[in-house]
């Protein structure tokens, strides 16, 4: 009966929802926003890609040290809160001081901060909160994504032509940039701080802190709801799948790459369409050109994210990461034609995997361990994942200035799909289980605890 009211999360959950969604699109407005539109003004694309790829990286040997550990961290909430202030100190900074190696310093560091903000701190309350229904939740939290990188291109069309028609007339680039990136990023700004302002105020850890339940699942008591948090807290700690544990098993391999292969083409490609969309010239006027299509993208990266979080809850991470693959598959085939009519409907389909592709590391994390577990498999699967992501600015960069540019670039995202399907195809939750019953007898725990889904 619960399941049918897909929507019904209560109003504590859609205050965690909202606060996860603004800290999504912090990474998106600090990290993809200047790669994607202003990397001229900041160095060019390759050396933002680059920077962006190394603070990736710092961010994934943060949680990685964390897994060791992350069943002691006593607050991810309050982690969550600190990386939110780090991440608009750091916007605010990049608004105010103008192009130049500290103002890429500023960059990296928000680039990392933001990602671990939202994709790792505030994802793991996620999976605490909604730890059957994660699929769906994470699916409408991802809309961030799509409409982050719409607005972008609204907001870049709208103000950059105003701002650089003053260039020559008493106002050099620099400035004109800057005061372009001034009036880009403050509505973003906005919407971060009201959602950080949010989480504080509204959230916590767990929801029976705050008289809330797992999945708004009101049919427990009370008295249920704290034993359970009682017990999953002083499990967390003793959790069997250490760090090692988890990379020696095959099956964790087998679903991560996918997802995070999802994530490097994604990803990559939402900070090259401009280059992408403008090499088309005046094919896709009748749309309304670079702006045009990228909200096309967005509204179907929209409906992508929560018909694909819906197949998750439904069927598996398993059923919906595979059928991602094969709508990236297609998105490649088509792409790779050369021609702007399959290339806008390649774009389309990019959209889709695009808005399902953050949604899968809480999932499975959640799905195919136990929630006790929860926290240290995803502070595996997590940066991993996010490990083959942050290759995907540099690499779809250098691919679009092959002498096939975006076609390039779509023929790669055909090849690497059929690898993730193949690779899904070989994942059995079955096998993961037979580890964590070896693991729990080898730490004396009992076998008999139902993990959470396994689809």
Same mark, same amino acid.
């Given at each position: ?30 990290? $993809? ?26 961010? =994934? ?21 600190? +990386? ?5 100190? *750091? ?36 999976? %605490? ?7 769906? %939740? ?10 982050? $990188? ?30 372009? /990136?001034?009036? $880009? ?12 302002? =949010? ?10 802190? *705050?008289?809330?339940?797992?999945? $708004? ?6 008295? !249920?709801?704290?034993? +359970? ?9 003793? #959790? %069997? ?36 969309? #403008? ?14 299509? !990228?909200?096309?993208?967005? /509204? ?24 991602? !693959? ?12 050369? #021609? ?7 774009? =389309? ?92 007898? /080898? ?13």
């Amino acid at each position: 009966m619960q399941e049918k009211k897909s929507i019904n999360f209560g109003w504590r959950g859609w205050m965690l929802i909202l606060w996860v969604a603004t800290a999504f699109f912090s990474y998106v407005v600090i990290g $993809n926003y200047p790669l994607n539109i202003m990397a001229d003004f900041y160095g060019g694309a390759q050396t933002l890609s680059l920077i962006y790829t190394g603070a990736s990286i710092v961010g =994934i040997i943060v949680q990685l040290i964390f897994s060791r550990k992350a069943g002691a961290i006593k607050s991810w909430k309050g982690l969550g809160v600190v +990386m939110g202030i780090v991440s608009i100190v *750091c916007l605010i900074i990049m608004m105010l001081i103008p192009a130049g190696i500290p103002w890429l310093i500023i960059y990296g560091i928000g680039t990392a901060i933001s990602a671990l903000y939202g994709t790792w701190a505030l994802s793991v309350l996620v999976g %605490v909160w909604f730890p059957r229904r994660k699929g769906t %939740v994470m699916g409408i939290i991802t809309f961030a994504f799509p409409i982050g $990188n719409a607005l972008i291109g609204n907001f870049a069309e709208g103000f950059f032509g105003k701002m650089f028609a003053s260039v020559g007339q008493g106002v050099d680039m620099a400035k004109a940039a800057q005061g372009s /990136a001034l009036v $880009n990023f403050i509505p973003f700004l906005i919407a971060i701080i009201v959602g950080l302002l =949010i989480g504080i105020f509204f959230t916590k850890d767990f929801p029976e802190q *705050c008289g809330a339940y797992r999945d $708004n699942d009101k049919s427990m008591t009370p008295e !249920m709801a704290q034993k +359970m948090m009682e017990f999953e807290e002083m499990n967390r700690k003793t #959790s %069997v799948w250490t760090t090692a544990h988890t990379f020696k098993s095959p099956d964790f391999w087998l679903i991560t790459i996918p997802m995070g292969l999802l994530l490097f083409f994604a990803v990559g490609s939402m900070t090259q369409t401009q280059a992408m969309i #403008s090499a088309q010239g005046a094919a896709y006027d009748w749309i309304g050109g670079y702006s045009g299509v !990228m909200l096309v993208i967005a /509204a179907f990266g929209i409906i992508g994210s929560y018909l694909f979080g819906l197949l998750d809850t439904k069927c598996g991470t398993k059923t919906a990461v595979f059928v991602s !693959m094969l709508f990236m598959i297609v998105s490649g085939i088509l792409g790779s034609l050369g #021609s702007a009519t399959p290339l806008f409907i390649a774009f =389309i389909l990019l959209g889709m995997f695009m808005g399902a592709s953050s949604n899968y590391t809480v999932s499975a994390a959640v799905q195919y361990w136990r929630i006790e577990d929860f926290p240290s498999v995803f502070s595996a699967v997590n940066p991993i994942a996010n490990l083959i992501n942050a290759f995907g600015p540099t690499v779809v960069a250098a691919l679009i200035a092959t002498s096939l540019g975006t076609q390039a670039v779509f023929i790669a995202t055909g090849i690497f799909g059929v690898i993730g399907a193949i690779l899904c195809l070989l994942f059995k939750p079955a096998r993961i289980k037979a580890y964590d019953d070896k693991y729990r007898e /080898a730490a004396g725990k009992p076998l008999d605890d139902v993990l959470v889904g396994r689809k």
